[in-house]
């Protein structure tokens, strides 16, 4: 193999390497120091009916300097699990409430 090809598919590696997924999300509860709850809102195709389902996913997320409060809108992005219920990180605000 050519040094070339070698660096190539070194390249080719990285950036198929995971990509860290954030989400969007509301803050509903901020009623913990440096901690926030969150809800994610998704649309699910009943399989039968063919109605849109809307299904909620409540996660909790590290807020280090407490600046989110209720109805903020935010990004988060998943980290190492800092307790056995928070294992997101607050990335920025998107809107404030």
Same mark, same amino acid.
């Given at each position: 193999m050519s040094q070339a090809s070698v660096e190539k598919k070194a390249v080719e590696k990285k950036a198929v390497e995971k990509t860290?997924? /954030? #989400? *969007?999300?509301?803050?509903? $509860?901020?009623? @913990? &120091? =440096? $901690? *926030? #709850?969150?809800? #994610? /809102? %998704?649309?699910?195709?009943?399989?039968?009916?063919?109605?849109? &389902? *809307? %299904? %909620?996913? =409540?996660? @909790?997320?590290?807020?280090d300097t407490n600046q989110t409060h209720i109805g903020d809108e935010v990004i988060v992005r998943p980290s190492r699990p800092m307790s056995a219920m928070k294992k997101f990180t607050l990335v920025r605000i998107v809107r404030k409430a």
């Amino acid at each position: 193999m050519s040094q070339a090809s070698v660096e190539k598919k070194a390249v080719e590696k990285k950036a198929v390497e995971k990509t860290i997924k /954030e #989400v *969007r999300c509301v803050v509903t $509860s901020d009623k @913990m &120091l =440096k $901690s *926030r #709850v969150a809800v #994610v /809102e %998704r649309l699910v195709k009943h399989p039968i009916a063919g109605k849109y &389902l *809307r %299904r %909620r996913t =409540k996660l @909790m997320f590290h807020d280090d300097t407490n600046q989110t409060h209720i109805g903020d809108e935010v990004i988060v992005r998943p980290s190492r699990p800092m307790s056995a219920m928070k294992k997101f990180t607050l990335v920025r605000i998107v809107r404030k409430a």
